[in-house]
């Protein structure tokens, strides 16, 4: 009788966690924001919290950071990077159909290449196993939330369309990944924006291009080339400290050439000069006006002032996004404010890298000049994190005179 009652007991005891198990909410994020009157529990919430630390958590470490830097990758980032790979290997299998190709009578063609949408079936076909193949087995309950937000990084499959909202929740899944602990702010905060981010970045650029996307019409103008924002923040913050150029050359050819690899507003520049024909000043006007503030500091707070106080308030933006454990509607209780961002302050990940060059360049003595350079080279060749090679041409900004829109003059009249 004793050893029927311990194996009842065992019994019970597996039912109960099998009974939790099945309580638990395994939908993936829900939708939050219904009405207007939600966005203001949005601003209140944990993950608005979160997402704004994190922005300006990246933006303080890579002052002074160029993304050529060879700063430590750790092996959690490396294992997210092959998403990418297995990402761009299927938009080799599903090629743009050819104009000649395209049917008639179809009214969603205009928008985009319809190949767009054969992709994005491969892709939420595979995403799920990929985001489970690149994450830790014992962090594999968070999988379905994670494969979600990556899963709404790349477009609108129906419109053929991308957008704030889509990099957006591309800033959810990052942000998901610290808060699961998969990603440690102590190791890899840099190299997520400048190198996992970036990474993302060259993959939508091929998205847009390959597939003739389109920005969506309300919103396309809240992104500084049509399409993005976010790598214009993180890039004016690179220029923050000790930048090689003042703003007024940002858009002229040889500085865009000499720099496009190294920082992430450069090399948006560049990759607007591959896309578009003309002047600056005719297709993008806000970057154009940018470009006639004299002060990184000044271009790097408008910037986080539009991006906080316009776009991610936005309710028709937001109201698509879906919330879940790792990202929470919650409300946020401990009301204590962000940490802003400090300027022009060197940052360690920069002095971390200048000791590392000095010591590797002083612990390894070659006996000619020749030989110095060359293991020099060949040792930030191998740690080096390289950025997108794109042709350019510019016009210049002499003798022009530009209009500042307003948020933009509020930020520079209030930094003298």
């Known amino acids: 009788m004793t050893e029927m009652t311990a194996e009842a007991k065992e019994i019970r005891k597996r039912s109960r966690r099998v009974a939790a198990f099945f309580r638990k909410e395994t939908a993936g994020p829900y939708c939050k924001i219904e009405t207007a009157t939600d966005m203001e529990y949005w601003q209140q919430s944990k993950a608005y919290v979160i997402l704004i630390s994190y922005l300006f958590d990246v933006s303080s470490l890579i002052q002074g950071v160029r993304t050529t830097d060879p700063f430590p990758v750790s092996r959690s980032i490396k294992r997210l990077l092959t998403i990418f790979d297995a990402l761009e290997a299927l938009i080799v299998a599903n090629p743009p159909v050819a104009s000649s190709a395209i049917d008639p009578k179809s009214s969603l063609t205009d928008s985009g290449n319809r190949s767009f949408r054969k992709w994005a079936r491969c892709m939420l076909r595979d995403i799920y196993y990929m985001v489970e193949k690149a994450v830790p087995k014992k962090k594999c309950q968070h999988v379905n939330e994670l494969g979600f937000y990556l899963s709404a990084s790349f477009g609108n499959s129906t419109k053929i369309e991308y957008g704030p909202s889509h990099e957006l929740n591309f800033l959810f899944f990052v942000c998901s990944l610290f808060q699961a602990h998969i990603l440690s702010k102590q190791e890899d905060l840099a190299a997520s924006g400048l190198v996992l981010f970036d990474r993302y970045l060259k993959l939508v650029r091929r998205l847009q291009v390959t597939y003739s996307m389109a920005p969506p019409p309300n919103h396309g103008p809240y992104s500084l080339d049509k399409f993005q924002f976010l790598p214009f923040v993180w890039g004016a913050a690179q220029l923050c400290y000790d930048a090689p150029f003042s703003p007024r050359k940002m858009l002229d050819e040889d ?59 936005d309710f028709e933006l937001i109201q698509p996004m879906r919330f879940g454990t790792l990202m929470p509607f919650d409300m946020e209780k401990s009301k204590e404010p ?4 400090r300027l022009g302050v060197l940052s360690p990940v920069r002095v971390q890298i200048d000791e590392a060059l000095d010591h590797s360049s002083t612990s390894t003595k070659p006996e000619t000049e020749e030989a110095a350079d060359k293991s020099h080279d060949k040792k930030y060749d191998s740690l080096s994190n390289s950025g997108m090679s794109l042709g350019s041409h510019s016009t210049s900004l002499s003798d022009v005179s530009v209009h500042l829109p307003n948020w933009l003059e509020a930020e520079e009249g209030s930094s003298h």
């Open 338 to 341: 962000v940490a802003a961002v």
């Open 255 to 313: 500085i865009v050439a000499l720099h496009k690899g190294s920082y992430l507003l450069i090399d948006c520049v560049a990759h607007i000069m591959m896309t578009n024909i003309g002047s600056f000043a005719c297709h993008s006007s806000q970057l154009w006006c940018l470009a006639s503030l004299s002060q990184w500091t000044d271009i790097y707070r408008g910037l986080v002032f539009r991006y906080t106080e316009d776009i991610v308030v």
